[in-house]
């Protein structure tokens, strides 16, 4: 069996984060498929695999074949033996199909019948349950398509459990706190945490050293803001310290990941982490126009709802509405105490969490739901 993914890397490292543990995974699946992965931007790609040679059209890392998107190279070796690499080809995050692959689809015409398989964006919004296995249409019978949804319920084809996520690992209570967010003025954020670790010190013994909190900064978009507005809460007296991440390989960011004891978090790619670790954490939503982000962080919510007490409950939602609220729209202080709040409860909302973390993982694991489809449905 061979698949061919598609990825076009639109913002930051998201997609190609999902792309290549979503390769990883389906290489490790007992039918063993040949794994092409065609990417737009080997250059996000290195970032997060060391491995990538950004200028190298074809290569083979970790036995999955990784090819330029835009390499005139493609157009060839994919025509070859009728399409041969084409016959699965998963399209991720409504990417579309390189020039070169419309061509052989739709103007050289194939023999064979070629099946796109389209994994959409991670929602909780009722739509993914409603579009998962859902025909769609194409410019030609030959070329057959149908979407296969990520998501929260069995009802969708669930998150990737690859080994190192498959179950909980105990969280340090006193790790660090990791920002991964988009820009946003994150003083009132800082304050709170600052406040919380300096009343965290007022209560220890005399004879102990107070104890200084790490902010883990991530490299990306969000980056200078976090920067900045620990620099203005250092004009005060701290208790943090901040300290610049590099970029690093995807299996050194699970393991950092699994380190802290608070996450704030952005995306789809950590996110999907983040609701597996079991960790507390609040969920930067991409801002989108009309505040549509909040839609979706709202619907991640409500799926949460049911593992927290209704007090518990209130406090996770007013920080994460607030997190992915505009800055002109909320006020500062309302934000360092919900922050705060959160803060002091996270122990407490660590059963949640986990709680959640533990029904996510029944719903099986996005990879193995996607081989089990393709070989019911394709294979004969």
Known sequence: MILTVLCKVVDNFGDIGVAWRLCRKLKANPSNPDINLLVDNLDAFQKINHSVDSVKDIQLIENINVYNWNSSLCHDIFYENDGEKLQLILELFQCGRPEWIEKILFEEKLQRTVHIIMIDYLTAEKYAEDFHCLQSLTRSSKVQKINFMPGFTNKTGGLILDDFWNQYTKRDENGPVLFFTYNKNWKPVLNALNHYQSEKNKITTSDTVPSILKILAARGKGFDSVVKACSETYSQNTDLLLIPLNFMDQTQWDSMMKLCSVLFIRGEESLTRACLSGIPF?????????EYQLVKVNALLERMHSF???????????????????????DENDMENAVYAFLKEQNNLEKGFQDFAA???????????????????YII
């Open 282 to 290: 609040v969920w930067h939503a991409y801002p989108q126009s009309e």
């Open 359 to 377: 029904n996510l993982r029944k719903n099986g694991d996005l990879a193995d739901n996607l081989m089990t489809f393709i070989n019911k449905n």
């Open 308 to 330: 927290f007490a209704e007090s518990d409950y209130e406090i996770i939602k007013k920080v994460w509405v607030l997190f992915n609220t505009p800055d002109e729209l909320i």
